[in-house]
Nanobody, 123 residues
Framework: QVQLQESGGGSVQAGGSLTLTCLGS?????MAWVRQIPGREREAVAT????????YLSDDIQGRFTISRDNARNSMWLQMNNLKPEDSAMYFC???????????????????WGQGTQVTVSS
């Protein structure tokens, strides 16, 4: 069983920055940041694999967010810059050992989830 714990969420004004941290008991091959906006489906914002490059939800996200990981520390981060009100959501750390590791793949395939950390961006 893999346990994941997020931290780093909070409230910021538009244009601000936050860094989310995911600390795990292990570091599965594929790790992702998934967000849940009220009234919408969960969506993977970014993924990162131990041996492949990251993927991002959109060019806009790629231009503002950076996903990274440190396997030795069982940790993953999401650096979020130039935040927008539409980025407001609950952000979850998710992970799985096998299977496709990209934002287009079904988020239900992730085996392990953290409790989530809230990000609120005001205009």
């Amino acid at each position: 069983q893999v346990q994941l714990q997020e931290s780093g969420g909070g409230s910021v004004q538009a244009g601000g920055s936050l860094t989310l941290t995911c600390l795990g008991s292990h570091a599965p091959h594929c790790m992702a940041w998934v967000r849940q906006i009220p009234g919408r489906e969960r969506e993977a914002v970014a993924t990162i694999h131990t041996s492949r490059g990251p993927t991002y939800l959109s060019d806009d996200i790629q231009g503002r967010f950076t996903i990274s990981r440190d396997n030795a520390r069982n940790s993953m981060w999401l650096q979020m810059n130039n935040l927008k009100p539409e980025d407001s959501a609950m952000y979850f750390c998710a992970a799985k050992w096998f299977g496709p590791c990209n934002v287009n793949y079904n988020v239900d395939a992730y085996q392990y989830w953290g409790q989530g950390t809230q990000v609120t961006v005001s205009s």
